[in-house]
């Protein structure tokens, strides 16, 4: 895969961690076991290789307690 953009779930009003953000210049993943993919169970991987990594984080969201 190339040029692969996450983003943190936005929706949740009550997360107490900041947002983020990955943008991935290249994902590559070999040796997928294809009868285990097939069958829908937990799939082995040999090798996982992430390039071009970018990582953006947000502030931290707003404490609920009151600060003493």
């Given amino acids: ?3 692969l953009r996450l983003r943190s779930d936005s ?8 947002r983020l953000r990955a943008d991935v210049g ?3 993943v070999e040796g997928i076991g294809l009868l ?7 799939v082995p991987l040999d090798t996982v290789l ?14 609920s307690k009151p600060m003493a």
């Fill in 50 to 63: 992430v390039r071009n990594v970018r990582l953006e984080v947000g502030k931290m969201p707003p404490s």
């Fill in 11 to 18: 929706t949740n009003g009550n997360s107490k961690l900041p």
């Fill in 1 to 3: 895969m190339r040029g």
């Fill in 36 to 42: 285990a993919l097939l069958r829908r169970k937990e």
């Fill in 26 to 28: 290249l994902v590559r």
